[in-house]
């Protein structure tokens, strides 16, 4: 019986799956269950904080970050080639200049009219049309473009750095930043 890693009594060498260069993203099984069983409550309690915020008004920027860290979990799990294959991941840049557009466009179309920026139509004492109990006001298209924006730019950012990563380390598995180490301690070797 060959020698395991330190500090595992009795292991081999092959009983260690980081041993294996091969073996994909240095994450267990479970791991990996419970990333993919948290996207979607992440990416529903950000619809939830984007729609009815801290104060009854939305919040884009918290529900973008609470998106993006759901993203970042995936990344994180599975690996740059697996969490691309997700469509928010896919679209997220582009998403994010939707919102800037949308957000420049909130802020500027008052300006047309005479009024302030960021004047907000209806205006207050005017009939609000709702949508169950969401007011369809223009403050609410705004926090759609900081959700977009905001939840693009952090999963375009990620993307770059793994991206940046995979190409500085050469070995990295799946975009990890887990260099292919023979498995005895917690530092890798990159080829």
């Known amino acids: ?27 267990g099984v479970m791991a990996r269950k419970v990333a993919r069983l ?20 939305g919040d884009g920027f918290s529900a973008g970050v609470v998106a ?3 993203v970042l979990l ?29 957000s420049i466009g909130v802020a500027a179309v008052p300006l047309l009219f005479g009024d302030a920026i960021l004047t907000h139509y209806p205006p207050s004492g005017s009939k609000v049309v709702y949508l169950g109990t969401l007011e369809l006001i223009t403050a609410v298209l705004f926090d759609v473009g900081v959700f977009l924006l905001v939840f693009g730019f952090a999963v375009g950012t990620v993307a770059v750095f793994v991206r940046a ?20 301690s917690g530092e890798g070797t990159t080829e």
Do not use: C, H, W
């Open 1 to 27: 019986m060959s020698p395991g890693p330190p500090g595992v009594p009795g292991a081999t060498p092959d009983a260690n799956p980081r041993a294996d260069p091969d073996a994909g993203p240095a994450t």
């Open 165 to 184: 990563g995979e190409s500085a380390g050469g070995g990295d598995q799946a975009g990890t930043g887990v260099g292919r180490g023979d498995g005895r």
């Open 74 to 102: 995936q990344y994180l799990a599975f690996g740059r080639e697996e969490a691309e294959k997700l469509p928010v991941v896919r679209y997220a840049v582009p998403l994010a200049f939707v919102g800037l557009l949308a």
């Open 68 to 70: 993006a860290l759901g």
């Open 38 to 57: 948290l996207l979607l409550p992440a990416l529903i309690v950000a619809a939830g904080i984007l729609v009815k915020g801290y104060a009854e008004s």
